[in-house]
Every structure is written in C-alpha cells, then in structure tokens.
DNA sequence: TTAAAAGTATGACAAATATCATATTATAAG
DNA sequence: CTTATAATATGATATTTGTCATACTTTTAA
C-alpha cells in the first residue's frame, strides 16, 4: 500500500489541507485502482460511496441527452477529485465518469472523507471552493451553449484543449478525443464537428494529420472567440 | 429592526440551522432595501461584500454574453440567499442579479455569515449541499441547452414557471416576464421566443391575452420534453 | 392627451446546424 | 495478412434558428 504523502493529489487538490496524521490514516483507507481507457470509473444514477482522487490520465464527466447523445460536462486531469458533490449531498452520481486515456485512481470510503471533512476546517474550505469554481464554470459553460455558434465553441475548444493538457514534442495536443468526443464537448454533431474541422484545416488555422491536432494559427482562433 | 426569526428566508434557506444567539446577531447586522423591478442587486464583476436574503420579490441572476444578449442562468425567489459563491471564494460576482418583481431583500455583512460559517458546522453544511444543488442543476441546464431543442426548451420553461412560481387567480402564470426575458432563459432570439409562443397558442398548447400566459395542455407540453 | 418609446408580432430571407447517405481510411480481431 | 468493424470524411438536403424589416400595440413621459 503506497503513501498518500507524495502524492500528485495531494498536491492540487483540496487534499494539501490534510495533517501527516490523517494522510496515514486515508493511505490505510483507500484502494488503488487502474482503469483502462473507455471504462467507467462510475455511471450516471450510481451510488458512488466515496470520492475518487486522480492520480494518472484523463477522464470526461457526462451526461446521456435524450436523443442519445453524450454531452460533456467537463474533463477532469489528474490531481483533481471525482464524485464530491454526490458525498456531500448524498445523492446518485448527476453524470458519469468516462476514462479517456488508461487511469490510476484511488478510492476514499465516504466515511473518511466526511471525517477529515468535519474535523478539518482548512479541507472543507477547500473542498467548498473548488465546488464553487465548478459552479463558476458551469454557468459560464451554459451561457456559451446557449449563445455561442458551434464554431466559436470548436475555437475555444481547440484552445481550451491545449492550454488544460498540453502539447505533444511534435506540436500536437496531447489529449487526442475522437470526433464523436469533441462533438461531445461543443455540443453539436459529430459530423458538423468533423466538417468545421476540416474548414479549420482547409483555412490554416489547424493542421490535421490522421488523429493528431496541432494549432496553427492561434492569434486568428483567439480572434474568433471575442 | 426587525427580527429574523420569523422571517420567511429562515425557514427556507441554510439560515435555518442559525441559533437563537446568531439569529439576534444577525437581526443587529443586517440592513433592510427595497429593490424595484427592473433594479440590480448586484452587477457582474461587482464585489459583493455579503450576502443578500430575498424576503419577497423574484430576480434573475444572468450574465451578459458577448453578443450583446442577457442569459438567464437561474431564476431566484423568497427564501433564496444571493452571493454565497463570490462570498466563499471572495471573487466579484460572475453575474448580475436583477429585480424581475419588486423585491425586499436584507444584507449580511461577509464577515458575519463568514462567522456563523465558520462556528456553525450545520450552517455551512447547509450553504454547502445548497451549492451542490445550484452545481447540478447548472450541469443539467448546460445539456438542455446543448441538446435540447429551442421548442422543448420553451415548453420545460413554461411549466417550470407554473411549477415554481404558480398561478394567479385566473390560471394565467404568476411570473410575467417579457418576451426578451423568456427568450434569455431559453437562450434563443427574442422573435424565435415570440414566435415559437405564438405557434403554442395556435396548436392550444397555451393561451395568450395580452402579457398573461395561460398554459392548456400540460400534458402534451410534457410529452414534447421526452 | 398626445407623442415618443418600448414591447410584441409577423413576414421574408439568410445562416447555422442536423440528418441521411455514402465513400474512404484506420483499427482491431481472427 | 486479411477481413470485419469502427472512425473519419464529405456531399446533398432538410430543418432549425437568427436577422432584418416593418407593422401593430401597449406603456411611459412630457
């Protein structure tokens, strides 16, 4: 069993609050896992009875629209925290946490973590300003769905994507989405997704070669966004 | 002064959880307005410095996108506290709260909530689930509007109003807004609101007289969400 | 009371986006 | 290596939605 000491969790997250007592105490509690690209860490409407720390890849939070389309409500990197907002009101998972890239997470029991959240001003403090942020983001998130154009959205996107994750030696972002992923994130069609993409290539202000991204022109993309 | 414990927004809000005590000192610390319709509360970008309570009156929290439109992000009514976010995470406000009726509302310094935050474990406890309920609903909102479309969109708002604001006597929707207004909820172009309004009133869906709303077939208004 | 302004309504049209069909390419499985 | 399957790409077309113009109605203010 490792130490939750060094961990990058610990690091970034609402975690740094924690004393070395009771980082012992969550090292003796939690489970580690590995979580293989494409698999689910939990799903919508599940009862998750704890919180997930990231320790290694990337995962998408979403939702299952009624017209059987999966919107993307966030990507969440390592050192960040799955599932708080369901422990603190007790309630199913609200979305489902998809791994986009092969996953280490530890699981805290619900238990622990409501112990080190009663007892520890400074985590509760933390813990309730990244919801706050989430809830930041959300409504800033919801206004541009609701009035910016898919391809002022795909520009973001695309910028978004490279500042969050960083590039490739070659240029390229690192996080490779398929389309259908993408077209998850903008909230639109994944052929209206691949066909802006194209534009975008045609245009110079991306490059496009096979599944990788690079950003050519992002003088012109930051443009498009104001 | 009047006295807070038997005011309408305790018996709703976080607030509940205050002790006798706390509610006496925040009777002291308060401030009373009168707000009229059409007024801001706040602005965004505004540093709040405390949180406001609704006694009576609804508003609107939205942010201006950069279109030139005002998107509606939540509606707000009596019992609701304002600010509790920016005050949490001492940033300006990231949208504008605005009369939609004539309101009154009580202002709390931050420095005292922040006391009965800190020494009332209930309390923040409360303001925290609170939270977590604005952050769920502003995921689901944001895949509405990502995958729902503009006519769904306005028959789920048509009968959130009669659901959470009521009717008046003749049946007609207790909230009025404008047209513009309802199209800054749905997030779509005022003459698509209007239009979309008048084609509910000729299939019978709804019935208009002037400014009052009167919806006829809930039913199929329902089923057009599905 | 009347003029101005704001809000509501509707038509005509343009632009954005979705859908369906189909081709091409890449990837995985045998 | 080859075939089946999934992902990507693109055209054609329909639908949705936005924009602009204009008329009508209600409210506001002089």
Known sequence: MSKCEQCIVRQFSSLKALTKEELLKMADCKTSYTIKKGEPIFQEGEITKGVFCIKEG????SKLS???????????????????????????AN????????????????TDVMGFFNNNNQFSMNMMKTICGDLKDA???????????????????LLYLENTFGKNDDGSLHLQLSREELAGIIGTATESCIR????????GLIKITGK???????VKLKRMID
């Open 58 to 61: 990337v995962c998408k939070l």
């Open 66 to 92: 009624a017209n059987g389309k999966d919107q993307i409500v966030k990507l969440v990197k390592p050192g960040e925290l799955l599932g708080q907002r369901s422990m603190i009101i007790d309630e199913p």
């Open 95 to 110: 979305l489902s946490a998809i791994a986009l890239e092969d996953m280490e997470v530890c699981f805290i029991p619900r």
């Open 139 to 157: 409504d800033d998130h919801m206004v541009d769905m609701a009035q910016k154009t898919v391809k002022v959205r795909l520009a973001e996107t």
């Open 196 to 203: 802006l993409l194209s534009e975008f290539n045609k245009t």
């Open 212 to 218: 990788k991204i690079f950003i050519e022109d992002r």
